[in-house]
């Protein structure tokens, strides 16, 4: 019975010695271009599997498991297959003997090979920082997990980035009397030889009513008060009694400078959007 129970213990030692001695060797199987990329209701996850540099016996396969760490959550990811010659034909043979999603890679010894991952995990809401971890697993006969290596292959914060606008005002000179012109233009015919204004004499009507307007643009704004006009020009005084002919001009009298231009100064007194 002792020498039963002997032979027991040396071939589990055995076991575990081999267990340690097909440790996976660190950069065996390499990952480039690992990519993060983030939508409001997914996360998408891209990398290439570089096998080049791995060498499997045609019995020993090696399984990567991809996850998310999602803030202080936990997402498993479809796996990858990597098994030597007997391990893949098994595989074919039995569906069952790997995990539903998982894509299988044979391993061809001395080849360049890569293999293109792509997956997508749904969220609920845009995440926050998210890592993406590939653990790997070194298999021998009948599954047997022998070596496991975990390792950070990407992070990306996919925090919104909330827009804080640093508004710069720039003050103004101050202006102790605020000033603004305000134009009009009219064009009055004369009897030869006369410089006396005639309301009735041909288009006088309606150019002594563009004064008018001008003037009238000017006294109906709130915000704006006639305090002078031009005292470079002479003026010259009428009185319209027009009526219809002259709408808004019967009655009132106005000065005119000889060169047909009035120019209003105007003292604002209120509104910003009058300047």
Aim: one cysteine or more; glycine letters at 6%; a neutral charge.
């Amino acid at each position: 019975m002792r020498t039963y129970i002997y032979y027991i213990g040396i071939a589990l030692l055995a076991c575990v010695a081999e267990g340690w001695a097909r440790e996976v060797p660190e950069g065996r199987v390499a990952i480039d271009g690992a990519e993060l990329r983030a939508t409001d209701d997914s996360i998408h996850v891209r990398m290439r599997i570089d096998l080049s540099d791995l060498e499997l016996s045609a019995n020993r396969s090696v399984m990567l498991w991809p996850w998310l760490r999602i803030e202080a959550d936990s997402t498993r990811l479809p796996g990858v297959a990597v098994m030597g010659r007997r391990q893949y034909i098994y595989a074919q043979r039995n569906a069952e003997a790997v995990p539903a999603g998982t894509q299988v890679t044979r391993r061809v010894n001395g080849t360049p090979q890569r293999v293109d991952y792509v997956a997508a995990v749904p969220v609920a809401k845009r995440p926050g920082r998210v890592r993406l971890y590939v653990d790997e697993d070194s298999c021998g006969c009948e599954r047997r997990v022998l070596a496991s290596a975990e390792r950070l292959v990407a992070e990306r914060d996919f925090t919104p980035v909330v827009f804080t606008p640093r508004l710069a005002y720039i003050q103004p000179e101050a202006e102790t009397r605020k000033a603004r012109d305000e134009r009009g233009m009219a064009f009055l015919d004369f009897p030869v030889n006369t410089s006396t204004i005639r309301a009735d004499y041909r288009g006088n009507a309606a150019e002594l009513a563009k004064i008018a307007r001008t003037i009238d643009r000017v006294r109906a704004d709130k915000d704006m008060t006639i305090t002078a006009t031009d005292e470079n020009e002479t003026p010259r005084t009428w009185t319209t009694t027009l009526g219809t002919d002259a709408p808004g001009t019967a009655g009132r009298d106005f000065k005119l400078y000889a060169n047909n231009f009035y120019t209003f100064t105007l003292n604002l007194t209120g509104r910003g959007s009058s300047e």
